[in-house]
């Protein structure tokens, strides 16, 4: 098996069954194997090799630029044909390599392509103003009895159920807007909202949701419009992103 | 009634919302190099010393 030169490896970035559009992309190559086309890229392992990778993850500026690359590539693809993405960071040393992986894992490939082709994966996020939903739940206030110290008790107290009504309250939102979207959806993911100090935003995620959709369709996009438009009063903001690749409904097989 | 839309090849689609893409999700194949689990724990790790570090630099020019 013929290996790359030494200091270099073939990063790919998404394997679709092989297509002469493909073939004009610029800056990558096409590996095949079989009807299988890898789209790949042939890289430094100074930048690429296992004992630098992790550290560079690490670095925002060339994360942030090898990401957008990743993901430009995606897309350029995806515009072409339909493309089974990978996750960023998959090396081989030789195409002798890739093509092996593309033979082993065949059966994988083309059925994730015959599930996803055709459609198109958006993502929807929900972000919620804490304190404008509390202001929606209602008061229940009573009168504080006795001194001081049993006020404060019962001021603490009646904080806590509050901060759990709106946590409740956020999660039911959250809830039947994914259910609806699902509803909608050939299939459908709840991620892990992003937390606050990634976010760097006051509002709080309560939704991360991906949906694949067939591509072109408006079903879904005009969902989250109606869900806007019910939610605008309890201080919830949608965000649609996408089109994306499916990088949610490519599966794992490991 | 409020719904941001933002192009996922836009500038404006955030770093965040590509790692939450491209490297926690997609197909996962052994590589002679591959990214572990934990590589992508370290990111978010990573980032948020990053994001902290940039506020705390903000809140000192203030």
């Given at each position: 098996?013929?290996?790359?030169?030494?200091?270099?490896?073939?990063?790919?970035?998404?394997?679709?069954?092989?297509?002469?559009?493909?073939?004009?992309?610029?800056g990558?190559?096409?590996?095949?194997?079989?009807t299988?086309?890898?789209?790949?890229?042939?890289?430094s392992?100074?930048?690429?090799?296992?004992?630098?990778?992790?550290?560079?993850?690490?670095?925002r500026?060339?994360?942030?630029?090898?990401?957008?690359?990743?993901?430009?590539?995606?897309?350029?693809?995806?515009?072409?044909?339909?493309?089974?993405?990978?996750?960023?960071?998959?090396?081989?040393?030789g195409?002798g390599?890739?093509?092996?992986?593309?033979?082993?894992?065949?059966?994988?490939?083309?059925?994730?392509?015959?599930?996803?082709?055709?459609?198109?994966?958006l993502?929807?996020?929900?972000?919620?103003?804490l304190?404008?939903?509390?202001q929606t739940?209602?008061p229940?206030?009573?009168?504080l009895?006795?001194?001081?110290?049993?006020?404060y008790?019962?001021?603490?107290?009646?904080?806590?159920?509050?901060?759990?009504e709106?946590?409740?309250?956020?999660f039911?939102?959250?809830?039947?807007?994914?259910?609806?979207?699902?509803?909608i959806?050939?299939?459908?993911?709840?991620?892990?909202?992003?937390?606050?100090?990634?976010?760097?935003?006051?509002?709080?995620m309560?939704?991360?949701?991906?949906?694949?959709?067939?591509?072109?369709?408006?079903?879904?996009?005009?969902?989250?419009?109606?869900?806007a438009?019910?939610?605008a009063?309890?201080?919830?903001?949608?965000?649609?992103?996408?089109?994306?690749?499916?990088?949610?409904?490519?599966?794992?097989?490991? | 009634?409020?719904?941001?839309?933002?192009?996922?090849?836009a500038?404006?689609?955030?770093?965040?919302?590509?790692?939450?893409?491209?490297?926690n999700?997609?197909?996962?194949?052994?590589?002679?190099?591959?990214?572990?689990?934990?590589d992508?724990?370290?990111?978010?790790?990573?980032?948020?010393?990053?994001?902290a570090?940039a506020?705390?630099l903000e809140?000192?020019?203030?």
């Amino acid at each position: 098996m013929i290996e790359s030169p030494a200091g270099t490896g073939w990063y790919v970035y998404g394997v679709a069954e092989d297509d002469p559009a493909l073939a004009r992309l610029d800056g990558v190559e096409l590996i095949r194997r079989g009807t299988l086309a890898a789209v790949a890229r042939e890289v430094s392992l100074d930048e690429y090799g296992a004992d630098v990778l992790p550290e560079r993850l690490n670095d925002r500026e060339w994360l942030e630029r090898n990401a957008r690359s990743h993901e430009a590539v995606l897309q350029a693809a995806a515009a072409v044909t339909t493309v089974v993405p990978l996750r960023f960071g998959t090396i081989y040393r030789g195409r002798g390599h890739v093509e092996r992986m593309l033979e082993e894992r065949n059966d994988e490939f083309r059925a994730t392509l015959a599930r996803v082709r055709g459609h198109v994966e958006l993502g929807v996020k929900a972000w919620v103003d804490l304190a404008a939903v509390g202001q929606t739940l209602d008061p229940a206030e009573q009168p504080l009895e006795g001194g001081a110290g049993m006020a404060y008790l019962q001021q603490r107290s009646r904080e806590q159920d509050r901060s759990r009504e709106v946590t409740a309250r956020c999660f039911e939102l959250a809830e039947e807007a994914h259910g609806r979207l699902a509803g909608i959806a050939v299939a459908a993911v709840a991620n892990r909202p992003q937390p606050r100090e990634l976010t760097g935003r006051s509002e709080s995620m309560v939704l991360n949701g991906a949906y694949l959709v067939p591509d072109g369709d408006e079903q879904l996009r005009s969902e989250v419009d109606r869900l806007a438009a019910e939610h605008a009063g309890l201080g919830v903001e949608y965000e649609l992103t996408g089109p994306w690749p499916p990088h949610n409904f490519a599966g794992e097989w490991e | 009634m409020s719904v941001i839309e933002r192009r996922s090849l836009a500038e404006e689609v955030t770093l965040l919302d590509l790692v939450d893409r491209v490297l926690n999700k997609g197909v996962v194949v052994t590589g002679d190099i591959t990214l572990a689990v934990g590589d992508v724990d370290l990111v978010y790790v990573g980032l948020r010393l990053l994001l902290a570090s940039a506020a705390t630099l903000e809140r000192e020019a203030a």
